[in-house]
């Protein structure tokens, strides 16, 4: 089905480790966006791509990296993970700009830290 | 400090009547707005949106206004029913280096009772 997916949908990792988070679209969206969700602060934004390999940072991008050599995929990566990056993380594409640029979300990855 | 906010985090009103769902915000440089709508362990689906140059937009039961001098947008559900029953998002875009940013209040919790 065309869509935004995300995988995996849960994931338990440690301190100290890498993950990552898969993202993506069939729609051939330009634009996306990955997100975090936190309660208190709704969604947050971590890091945003035009097209393959142009990306750049939200509001909170720090102990994540991004890549995005295919315009269908945007992985999300934890280089060490730390208890603070618990939290629901979601993929967000846009077809366009401004007033047409609504972005459609994927259903989620909770991420917990131990 | 959040540009952002929605000060209610819930709402109860009864099936049939009128759910108003508020949000402000700081930063004058937003060009459009939107709600989300968000369900238990999916992602937020996009409602309805608003560009900065107009005060009012509607789409069935949902009527999104704008008072740009009060910094401030209310999202009016008539009549509420039993479905609309779910977390809504404010949030507000602008435009960065690669794409439109949003920036999403801390959700308001509809309940609408039978």
């Known amino acids: 089905d065309a869509g935004i997916t995300q995988s995996p949908r849960y994931k338990i990792t440690e301190t100290g480790r890498q993950v990552t988070l898969m993202c993506h679209q069939t729609w051939s969206h330009s634009y996306m966006f990955w997100y975090r969700q936190d309660l208190g602060h709704g969604l947050r934004l971590i890091y945003y791509s035009a097209a393959a390999d142009i990306t750049d940072k939200g509001e909170v991008p720090d102990g994540y990296v991004v890549s995005r050599s295919k315009t269908e995929n945007f992985p999300l990566t934890l280089e060490s993970a730390t208890r603070s990056q618990t939290s629901v993380y979601f993929c967000?594409?846009?077809?366009?700009?401004?007033?047409?640029?609504?972005?459609?979300f994927g259903p989620g990855t909770r991420l917990t830290v131990l | 400090d959040q540009q952002v906010k929605q000060n209610s985090p819930s709402l109860s009103v009864q099936e049939g009547r009128i759910s108003i769902l508020n949000c402000d915000y700081t930063n004058s440089m937003f060009d459009y707005f939107l709600w989300y709508k968000k369900y238990p362990a999916e992602g937020p689906t996009f409602l309805i949106s608003i560009s900065s140059i107009k005060d009012k937009n509607e789409d069935g039961r949902f009527t999104v206004f704008l008072n740009k001098s009060a910094k401030h947008l209310s999202l009016h559900i008539v009549p509420s029913q039993p479905g609309d029953s779910a977390v809504y998002f404010c949030?507000?875009?602008?435009?960065?280096?690669?794409?439109?940013?949003?920036?999403f209040g801390g959700g308001t919790r509809v309940l609408v009772k039978p």
């Open positions: 949030a507000a875009s602008e435009w960065g280096a690669a794409g439109n940013k949003l920036t």
């Open positions: 967000a594409s846009s077809g366009g700009s401004g007033v047409s640029g609504t972005q459609y």
